[in-house]
């Protein structure tokens, strides 16, 4: 069964903190590695994504670091803002399909 | 840019009818998507469609049928709806591509059965 896990399932911080979400995945075959975010009655946003073949993606205040022989992978938030409050996914696939995690549900507190 | 439109929005239903979830995308993608949310889980997948007129199963897709009438519309049957089911269906679409393809998102349908 192929499967993307994350943790902590909930996880708060005090505003300019930096949160630290984990991922995990079982199928070396996945190259592709979105992060999404959603807010409550939305749907999932594309919040940053890295390729395999990448160690490191940074945008802004959010890294990704990639530890591909462990399968692993984390999503750094600094200096954390009451408006990164939601819910984030870790999804792992190819070019079709996409497997997602089951979120960290994310609070800062101001 | 483009959007992706959900209808409805909220849909309640009684147990054993059969309900039809429609989604529409502007960004002229190929491929669609499907995907059911339960509070506290991740997505999980339904159906997806390549490109018009394709359908692929994903692995949720027992008491589920879809249709891709046409590129920009794709439409989610639950066959038989049961009881006490809470859920939100999202629906997708993305450009498929080497190293990976965005997927965008509706809204979401809340799906509630009486």
């Known amino acids: 069964q192929q499967q993307v896990r994350q943790s902590p399932q909930s996880l708060t911080v005090w505003e300019g903190e930096t949160a630290i979400l984990n991922c995990s995945y079982e199928?070396?075959?996945?190259?592709?590695f979105p992060w999404y975010q959603q807010f409550p009655g939305e749907g999932p946003a594309l919040l940053i994504s890295?390729?395999?073949?990448?160690d490191k993606k940074e945008d802004g205040r959010f890294t990704i670091f990639f530890n591909k022989r462990e399968k692993k992978l984390s999503l750094h938030i600094a200096d954390s803002q009451p408006g990164d409050s939601a819910t984030y996914f870790c999804a792992a696939g190819g070019s079709w399909q996409l497997i997602f995690g089951s979120g960290t549900q994310l609070t800062v507190m101001p | 840019g483009g959007i992706i439109t959900q209808t409805p929005k909220f849909l309640i239903g009684q147990e054993g009818q059969k309900l039809t979830l429609k989604c529409q995308q502007n960004?002229?993608?190929?491929?669609m998507y499907w995907y059911r949310q339960d509070s506290g889980k991740g997505l999980r997948l339904i159906y997806y469609?390549?490109?018009?007129?394709?359908?692929q199963k994903g692995d949720l897709s027992e008491g589920y049928d879809a249709s891709r009438e046409k590129k920009s519309s794709f439409s989610l049957t639950v066959t038989s709806a049961q009881k006490n089911e809470m859920a939100v269906f999202l629906c997708?679409?993305?450009?498929?591509?080497?190293?990976?393809?965005?997927?965008?998102f509706g809204p979401g349908t809340r799906l509630t059965v009486l």
């Open positions: 960004f002229n993608h190929d491929t």
């Open positions: 890295i390729l395999s073949v990448s």
């Open positions: 199928n070396s075959a996945f190259d592709y």
């Open positions: 469609s390549i490109t018009e007129n394709d359908l």
């Open positions: 997708a679409s993305s450009i498929p591509g080497q190293g990976g393809a965005e997927q965008f």
